[in-house]
């Protein structure tokens, strides 16, 4: 059942600030300012301020039938309980569905905030006709998120779709929560810069931090440097071959790949395409697309907005 | 709603033998005699004699009500077509669940085996109160299902659970379908006998391969032999990197660990617990249960015969 024509609300918890948007379907119609998170001390004048703000959106554009809240964290998905936010300290623990519910009155949906960004994805972007697809975003670090028939896989305490700590190594280097050879050590932005460095400095070229952007990487790549172009080889393998794994496990229709990183195009797609396919049967690498992101930034609100529209049950009227 | 009272067949599709039994819930109730597969050239002489059998069981043990085959390789989820059965030639792109229809009238499912197995011990095994289990078995190779609310995860090609294709080294030794590092390569029976040649050898103790059968360094293990127990330690270690990939990605409730390997017990267990310990955050870790296979070689038999049972829409009255 299309839930296009319901307004809902698609929140953003981001690290340094909270966005805001209402949706139909795909589309957001309106957006409230940004909300910055060190301006509030603590969960309870936060949540005040995305309330007045929905409030707001409300007067202007209509009613909101329900909110959908994407958060860079742990989830209970029965209770809605976040934890362990990435640098938003103080909700250790916190019952925000509830509390969004009571300050609102309106359906609330809690979703850990790449398994929204999936949702977007698999609902209205480039996994659109697919049952099951894992989406990916490579920035500071990488994140994932898991949709098995059309649902955002959760697992058992939250932390499905954490591509970032799946091991490419088991005595490689190790990742934040302890893993050997965590992809994420590899291939954030700041592990491809030092990798960069080291490989310049082998030929005997200095560069710097700044010099070894993944977008600075790509240009040289594109310029025609050799090693620029070699960098993007590894990143692919070590990417292609925590792929592989995941297809050997899920199995997937499509693998889709967004954030920074991934704005290097061709660059990584090419070899990363070349990887997969010599990392798997025949038959599996042929039902397996591997596809750019359709949606940017705004996936959180829009898979955020997609989710809440879903549990609006009282389908009024089109 | 349960099954238990649903006569199934359960057939578990060999490299070897086909074996017959007929189930109710987790009950075997009747086995037909093993079927060599080298005795018939080819599946029509075959599923011939796999339905004489089911006739035979039905005329002393009341009417079958549906039939569940689980088979060593790719299994198409709509249509019932198998592919690349391992060590059974001659059955690609064949129609198996259509043909086995015609022969007997009766609802037929076919299920690759190492779901199959995955789903008896969700069903009635170690991962009864869960919903999502990883379900291993640990011999010859490294076989595996996942089981996501109730429901084998097929994948996209009906290549999902293939754990031991997962890569624990992006520079490691390359596996059947040219992944690099994937887990067979090291933990298979005949992988683990070749690494603990070495390891003796490197201590200028020489062995073969019969005194170094998983079975044998167990024994070694327990006898206090230092070297046995380091090469339990390494197989948890590359067992451990990959089932905290799975951990990372799937996030399940449980994993299941079955098969010969899984006989030594706390000697593999306890450094495996360790390990995934390591490797995963306390929150998931907490979640996560490692438990031993309920069913030993009959769970493809329940399994496959649970699956069929589902199949019954029209439940007779019990």
């Not at 936060?46 to 959106?57: F, G, H, N, W």
């Not at 591997?290 to 705004?298: D, K, R, S, W």
């Amino acid at each position: 059942m299309s839930t296009n024509h319901i307004t809902s609300a698609g929140i953003d918890f981001g690290g340094t600030s909270v966005k805001i948007g209402l949706c139909r379907g795909p589309e957001i119609i309106a957006t409230a300012e940004r909300i910055p998170t060190e301006e509030h001390d603590g969960p309870s004048s936060l949540l005040d301020a995305i309330v007045a703000s929905l409030k707001e959106l409300e007067i202007e554009h209509g009613e909101i039938f329900s909110i959908g809240i994407g958060v860079p964290g742990l989830v209970e998905a029965d209770t809605g309980f976040i934890h362990g936010l990435t640098n938003v300290p103080g909700w250790d623990n916190y019952p925000l569905r509830r509390i969004l519910i009571e300050k609102t009155g309106l359906p609330v949906v809690v979703e850990n905030d790449a398994n929204a960004m999936a949702y977007a994805e698999w609902k209205y972007g480039a996994g659109q006709d697919k049952n099951n697809i894992v989406a990916l975003t490579l920035g500071t670090g990488v994140g994932g998120g898991v949709i098995i028939n059309g649902k955002p896989l959760r697992g058992a305490t939250g932390t499905a779709g954490e591509v970032g700590q799946m091991s490419i190594d088991f005595q490689g280097k190790v990742g934040n929560y302890g893993t050997h050879g965590a992809l994420e050590k590899y291939m954030g932005n700041q592990e491809i810069a030092e990798h960069a460095i080291v490989k310049y400095a082998d030929i005997g070229e200095a560069k710097k931090v700044k010099d070894c952007s993944p977008r600075r990487i790509a240009e040289a790549a594109q310029g025609g440097d050799e090693i620029a172009r070699q960098i993007w080889g590894d990143v692919a393998s070590w990417l292609g071959t925590a792929l592989s794994s995941i297809v050997w496990v899920i199995n997937p229709e499509a693998i889709i790949i967004g954030g920074g990183i991934a704005k290097a195009g061709d660059l990584l797609f090419d070899p990363l395409k070349q990887k997969l396919a010599s990392q798997l049967s025949t038959v599996t690498w042929n039902g397996t697309d591997v596809l750019p992101a359709h949606f940017g930034n705004e996936a959180g609100i829009i898979g955020s907005a997609a989710l809440a529209a879903e549990e609006v049950t009282q389908v009024p009227a089109s």
